[in-house]
């Protein structure tokens, strides 16, 4: 590449960087989570809550640190996955 195009190009970069800075943030804010088959946006606000302090229903699988399981997915199974200390770390579909 010629030194006027690597300078062209390095101008033209230059010249862009600002426009993207200046873009606005498009992530949509998070709402209400969807129906799921499982239920899980019903249990959300179970995290952060110790396991035993939980009532869970009978299609629900608790997931322990470091538990070997299959890979068979079942949409309408609700996993509560757990922290090292036993607490509702996520609540998810599978």
Known sequence: MSVSKTLATAAFLTALIPSIAAAQDT????GPMEATPCGAEHFQDLIGT??????LPENAEVVRPNT???M?????????????NDHVALVYCG
């Open 72 to 84: 068979i997915y079942l949409a309408e199974r609700l996993n509560i996955g757990l922290d090292e």
């Open 68 to 70: 070997i399981r299959t």
């Open 27 to 30: 992530t949509p804010e998070a």
């Open 50 to 55: 110790h396991v035993s302090e939980v009532a």
